[in-house]
């Protein structure tokens, strides 16, 4: 049914998610920041001096460009010269980090499976920029791969609430929209407003929820823009949208925002599928685990079905 969680067995987490969810919050312990100044000043100067690129191993089956809309995207095709469709990744990373090559190996798998060329966005970063150097752009730009074919829109995380917001965008304008949506844990709701979110993030070993409220204004610029359609998409109008698949572990800080889209989705009448993964990260179907393969599969299937 529409917008409802697909209903599954739980089961337990697989030994290679064991691991990942033991090492993740030893490698990247929660420390909540007391100084938000302090860490805008240390994320610019971190951002400057990075870019998110493509990696090494991407060119060996595939022809990387970029293309220029205010900030590099970068448009990989395949060697054999021919695709069917294009696969338009915006990667997450709280609005202010760059690709992980992570994202990078999710993208370029499903564009793969799916006989897609891949388009991946470096857009700009919070604090030093916010959704408005990027989102118009990122809106005329989807709309136009729409008008010349067929076009699969998705992100992970902020990425996921990024496309989101795009496909909000490219709706609005009354044209060509991308054939699916693939959100993966979309962080949609920079309010917080969603029920259960407090606890949901007391169930995540990996994500601040006090460390997001000051990426979220980072992002929006103004607590007054927090709730704007273009930073928090999923408390805008939904209809309309494109077919959707949503995928949320139940341990992932943003699962509450999930239930919460999927819900609202059911209300309107908008075609999505809530994937639930028991147990299971936040944006589990990009970490090298063995539910990824399976997320993997599944998002083939359904863009090719």
Not at 61 to 86: L, M, N, Q, Y
Not at 141 to 157: F, K
Request: hydrophobic share 45%; net charge neutral; proline share 8%.
């Amino acid at each position: 049914m529409s917008g409802l969680p697909r209903v599954s067995r739980p089961r337990r987490p697989s030994l290679s998610h064991r691991v990942v969810a033991f090492a993740l919050p030893r490698l990247n312990p929660k420390v909540v920041v007391t100084d938000a100044e302090k860490l805008r000043s240390v994320l610019i100067r971190k951002n400057r001096e990075r870019a998110t690129t493509p990696p090494e191993w991407l060119s060996k089956d595939w022809d990387v460009a970029v293309e220029d809309i205010g900030f590099p995207v970068h448009v990989a095709t395949p060697k054999s010269g021919t695709w069917s469709r294009t696969v338009v990744h915006l990667h997450g990373g709280s609005f202010t980090a760059i690709a992980h090559p992570q994202q990078w190996k999710w993208a370029a798998k499903l564009a793969a499976a799916t006989d897609a060329r891949l388009v991946f966005p470096a857009y700009p970063l919070a604090p030093e920029h916010t959704w408005r150097d990027s989102i118009p752009a990122l809106t005329s730009y989807v709309a136009r791969l729409c008008a010349e074919g067929e076009v699969v829109l998705g992100g992970d995380s902020a990425g996921g609430g990024l496309a989101l917001a795009v496909a909000l965008g490219v709706r609005d304008l009354g044209g060509a929209q991308p054939s699916r949506l693939v959100l993966i844990a979309p962080w949609g709701d920079l309010t917080r407003s969603a029920p259960g979110t407090e606890e949901a993030a007391a169930r995540d070993p990996w994500l601040s929820i006090d460390n997001h409220d000051i990426y979220a204004l980072f992002w929006a610029g103004s607590a007054d823009d927090l709730a704007r359609p273009e930073v928090s998409p999923a408390l805008a109008g939904l209809e309309g949208l494109p077919r959707t698949l949503l995928f949320c572990g139940t341990h992932d800080m943003l699962y509450a925002g999930s239930v919460a889209l999927a819900d609202r989705a059911a209300q309107v009448g908008w075609d999505l599928e809530f994937v639930v993964g028991h147990g299971l990260l936040h944006v589990y179907p990009i970490l090298p685990i063995s539910e990824a393969r399976a997320a993997l599969r599944k998002t083939v299937r359904f863009i090719t079905g």
